[in-house]
């Protein structure tokens, strides 16, 4: 991480790993995935005028970083954001999703924009064209469905899944199992597409997280002229910092 050593960081404490960020103004020029025993030592070799800390994963490791560099600002809805939160339970509401929208703003400034984040969990966030975050929902991800299959229901074996294309018709067990999974995910994502669409006349869609590219890869999602960008809660993250940070 020798040449991670100017510009903004964006610091991203998950529940098993740190994601390190490095910004030059907008741009995104690398991203590092640290273990948590790492990241103080390696954020030690570094010289950064500022930097933005998002953490679900570990309050204490995120206190020690803060200590050794107080240029870091935490994330938090006390900071000043370019968008108004019209959520009714903001103590609850991730960070990672309001990164997100704030991500989409930066892209697509007064649009309606609908941020959907594939990960563990799938959340679906909107943002109007007057730069309001209203909510959205949550659902389980590819492999929580599948998790819960196996691990709710008697008789259905454990399988060892990864996210693909797969046929409508499964012809064994397993393979209905991902079928299920797998095309039901795809049509629930689809459907609340068309649902936002029917709400609002405009809007740009945007999909991020961990299953970005296999989504890219649907024939019904390319052709609804979806923005993908698996690095869009990073952005966000950096976009934040800009309306923080005095120059």
Known sequence: MSDFSYMSLVIDIGNTRVKVAKFKNKELLKVVFLKQNEVLNELKKLNFKSGIISNVGNKSLCQKILKAFPQLIV?????????????????????????????????????????????????????????????????????????????????????????????????????SMISGVVNGTIGEIIQNIFAYEALYSEINVLITGGDTTFLKSIETIKKNSIFADENLTLKGLNNIIKFNVEK
């Open 75 to 175: 994330m938090s809805y006390k900071l000043k954001l370019p968008i108004k939160i019209k959520y009714n339970s903001i103590n609850s509401l991730g960070h990672d999703r309001v990164a997100n929208v704030v991500g989409a703003y930066s892209i697509f400034p007064n649009n309606n924009n609908l941020v959907i984040d594939v990960g563990t969990c799938i959340t679906y966030d909107f943002l109007t064209s007057s730069n309001e975050y209203l909510g959205g929902s949550i659902s389980p991800g590819f492999n929580l469905r599948m998790k819960s299959l196996s691990g709710f229901t008697e008789g259905l074996p454990t399988i060892n899944f990864k996210v693909k294309k797969t046929s409508l018709i499964g012809k064994s067990t397993e393979e």
